[in-house]
T-cell receptor
Framework: AQSVTQLDSQVPVFEEAPVELRCNYS??????LFWYVQYPNQGLQLLLK??????LVKGINGFEAEFNKSQTSFHLRKPSVHISDTAEYFC?????????????FGRGTSLIVHP | NAGVTQTPKFQVLKTGQSMTLQCAQD?????MSWYRQDPGMGLRLIHY???????DQGEVPNGYNVSRSTTEDFPLRLLSAAPSQTSVYFC???????????FGSGTRLTVV
């Protein structure tokens, strides 16, 4: 079975500072990895995904994430955050070999950007 | 607009009542799922479907039923509502899961 751990429930940061949201996963098989963002009172939107190939993936809104197989991590980064990045961020993992591709989500990290 | 449509957006139920949360997508996606979101718990999978006529249970299926008679629709039925089912419910769809999921805007359900 797969699982996802988001190591920080809340990350406060000042505007224009860099940020890293941490995600570790547990799976015995190959996986697909995703980051989603949820703005208040909205559904989730896909930020970026890792399926295969280059371990550094770029997404929307200037976010990027790096897949590290040896550390089973998929941390999300942005070099300079804006107030508008304040939201809940979810990491998710899908089991590739099982064929169902149903993602398991972490508990979320609340990014709070202060002016 | 293309996407996942959920109705209603808000609902208050009394304990013991039943209701159906509607979900429809117009992207011809094979995969559809229902999640519930509770504070500090992230999203937990209730039921999912990998195609019309095929459904399976997720992590927290008790008290919920689903069916998938068409590709477009995936309704979630609460059989006898309980206060523990107070939550925000999200429907999502995907083309085989490799492209990530498209989420609806959610249904906020309160059971009193």
């Amino acid at each position: 079975a797969q699982s996802v751990t988001q190591l920080d429930s809340q990350v406060p940061v000042f505007e224009e500072a860099p940020v890293e949201l941490r995600c570790n996963y547990s799976s015995s098989v190959s996986v697909y990895l995703f980051w989603y963002v949820q703005y208040p009172n909205q559904g989730l939107q896909l930020l970026l995904k890792y399926l295969s190939g280059s371990t550094l993936v770029k997404g929307i809104n200037g976010f990027e994430a790096e897949f590290n197989k040896s550390q089973t991590s998929f941390h999300l980064r942005k070099p300079s955050v804006h107030i508008s990045d304040t939201a809940e961020y979810f990491c998710a993992v899908s089991d590739v070999t099982g064929g169902s591709y149903i993602p398991t989500f972490g508990r979320g990290t609340s990014l709070i950007v202060h002016p | 607009n293309a996407g996942v449509t959920q109705t209603p957006k808000f609902q208050v139920l009394k304990t013991g009542q039943s209701m159906t949360l509607q979900c429809a997508q117009d992207m011809n996606h094979e995969y559809m799922s229902w999640y519930r979101q509770d504070p500090g718990m992230g999203l937990r999978l209730i039921h999912y479907s990998v195609g019309a006529g095929i459904t399976d249970q997720g992590e927290v299926p008790n008290g919920y039923n689903v069916s998938r008679s068409t590709t477009e629709d995936f309704p979630l039925r609460l059989l006898s509502a309980a206060p523990s089912q107070t939550s925000v419910y999200f429907c999502a769809s995907s083309q085989r899961g490799t492209m990530g999921y498209t989420f609806g805007s959610g249904t906020r359900l309160t059971v009193v």
